[in-house]
């Protein structure tokens, strides 16, 4: 596989995907055209003026796109793409419109045959086993919380640590990842903001600015530095 | 009805329910026993020990407590009590558990019918039409996302205001709510922490020691002050 799955598509003060550019250059080398898949944006900009904000950050790299919304029949157009990029908003309605409209599993098989694919936020969280570690407000039911698996191991985008000043009584995001290993025996990859996992062949690694912590069940959490195998 | 729908069970520095106090003597009055329901509690602490934390609380007010957990014929349990108690935790499991057992539309009928109810945070939200607006991570699956609609809305307990410095791409809880009312036709209560919804015979309103934020498709959000009403 050739993949990957950003914690976020903009860092703080930065610009659109720009501090990905030279890993989404090696990603999609050789691609002259991708699909936009714009369903977890649940409204203040259509499908439409979503697909142009991607499509202005990749016509810089000479890389046409066009929204998976334009076609009357998504699953071949699925099939015929030449790579793939997903990008955030809202997961539950990602998933949602993934599942209704039957595109899960044909999305996973043509990533899993090797055509490239990016993932951004909800984006990510679709390349795990399954949603359960979305940060998002579930504003609608899906049919499964299944998601493609891609890596082993589920996803939270947008890892951020305890904010120790605030005089708040809601859940840490590392109490809420506990939570879900109370349930569940599957690992966690809590991803900060300016990481990405990246799929290179039989490689899966951790990489960019920040660590990235590791919770599993019956351990304390844990850390990566970027480059490290999640294998 | 006679109901509290409280944002939080503790305030920061404080004791458990201890800001609810004044506000419980009177919801329960002249009432000897209660029945918890411990079921948003995923794990760290048991069914058991949660119901203790409760048990204790209420002894200072000469109510005894029972852990719905506690009984072979739960649905029995429901119709025999004389008011209830829902823990904070996980809104997932908790509405998992509670439609798992068929037990939702029984508890409802005996709110709506009088008994005296008390939730906390994901017990809040419970109250509402669904619980598309909890921030809990959806550890579980629920079989469905409906609520006992106890109020003609849906509750977000724990609202917490934009944090202006925070340099994370995360979405804001007022941009989740938004993202809600372009999925939802229903208004949306942001209940703070110190907060809390009271329903009295066939009056509705928010009280406590906050201002309400109130979310509805095609508005501004805008404020209530303690001792508005909610109809």
């Known amino acids: 596989m050739n993949v990957i799955l950003a914690s976020t598509s903009t860092l703080y003060g930065g610009n659109y995907l720009e501090y990905l550019k030279d890993e989404l250059i090696s990603l999609f080398a050789g691609l002259d055209e991708i699909i936009f898949i714009p369903f977890a944006r649940p409204g203040g900009i259509s499908h439409e003026e979503y697909t142009n904000t991607a499509r202005g950050f990749f ?20 099939h015929t793409a030449k790579g793939f990029f997903t990008g955030g908003g809202n997961t539950f309605l990602l998933v949602k419109t993934l599942h209704d409209l039957g595109l899960m599993a044909h999305l996973s098989e043509n990533i899993k045959s090797g055509k490239p694919y990016l993932g951004c936020s909800a984006g990510s969280n679709i390349g795990g086993l399954n949603m359960k570690t979305t940060n998002d407000m579930p504003i609608v039911y899906p049919s499964s919380f299944e998601c493609m698996g891609l890596v082993p191991f589920n996803i939270n985008p947008h890892y951020l640590d305890p904010i120790p000043e605030l005089k708040h009584n809601g859940e840490t995001r590392e109490t809420r990842i506990m939570e879900f290993l109370t349930q569940n025996n599957i690992r966690v990859i809590g991803l900060r903001e300016g990481s990405w996992i990246r799929i290179s062949g039989d490689k899966i690694t951790t990489e960019g600015s920040e660590n990235t912590r590791i919770f599993e069940g019956g351990k304390a959490p844990y850390e990566y530095q970027p480059g490290s195998s999640l294998l």
Not at 60 to 74: A, C, Q, Y
């Open 59 to 78: 016509s810089r790299l000479n890389i046409s796109v066009k929204g998976l919304h334009e076609f009357d029949d998504p699953v071949s157009a699925i």
